[in-house]
């Protein structure tokens, strides 16, 4: 059975006194479920606070961002996928929209990051989307294969044998409180998933689970996460509150088993 992946994505929000308060109220109305998996992706400055408060629980934590290449080295102001590791990270969301638009990520840096996260044995939140511009044009799907083919041009090996997760954010839904329709999201994941088994091959493509982004709420997550490709959320602003970061998880648990 598949399991659904629910995602935090704090963005720069909450400062590192902050995080015990949040998982402690989050984890009284967090309620484990073999059926859904929970991770939180938080600030660098905020990952030691997550590995002291949620060790012993179900909940992973992962970080925003990696450096391209090294380990270490002179990179002043990069953080490595070793210092990640030793944080007891699982997962990097590698290619947000905002690191792309804002901070001129390419598809090849993407690449390189992916490269990375891969070899050390991290699971990468592969993030993918069009702009406003791109889809009045037409062009979403072209501009997500693209994305997919450059992103993980020449890792098809770690792809395959190793666990991925890949989002979907149409950049017009970040933060802006319109979300893509449940039949919009759901074109795009199954472009994704015929992408992926063509290829990487149908056992590949079935065990890569798919994220959708983009105003993510409670009053919305159940119609999303019901549809057949659409296999978790990556939630921003939803889940900087202990109650509806849950409230989203429950509503992947409330779903019914996917194969």
Known sequence: MKSYVIAANWKMYKTPSQVQGFVSDFLKLYTPSDSTDAIICAPFTHLDRLQSALK?????????????????????????????????????????????????????????????????????????????????????????QKQLEEGLKGLESFAKTQPLIIAYEP????????????????????????????????????????????????????ELLSMPDIDGALVGGASLDPASFKAILEAAVNQPARA
């Not at 991290?122 to 979403?140: D, S, W, Y």
């Not at 149908?202 to 982004?213: F, M």
């Open 56 to 144: 012993g629980s179900e909940v992973k934590w992962g970080a925003q961002n990696v450096y391209t290449k090294a380990e270490e080295g002179a990179f002043t102001g990069e953080i490595s996928v070793l210092m990640l590791s030793d944080l007891g990270c699982s997962h990097v969301i590698v290619g947000h929209s905002e690191r792309r638009q804002l901070f001129f990520e390419t598809n090849e840096t993407i690449n390189q990051k992916l490269n990375t996260v891969f070899k050390a044995q991290l699971t990468p939140i592969f993030c993918v989307g069009e702009t406003l511009q791109e889809r009045g044009q037409n062009q979403t799907l072209q501009v997500i």
């Open 171 to 222: 950049v017009w839904a970040i933060g802006t409180g319109k979300v893509a329709t449940p039949a919009q999201a759901q074109e795009v994941h199954a472009s994704i998933r015929q992408w992926l088994v063509t290829h990487l091959g149908e056992q590949a493509a079935k065990a890569i689970r798919l994220q959708y982004g983009g105003s993510v709420k409670p009053d919305n997550a159940a």
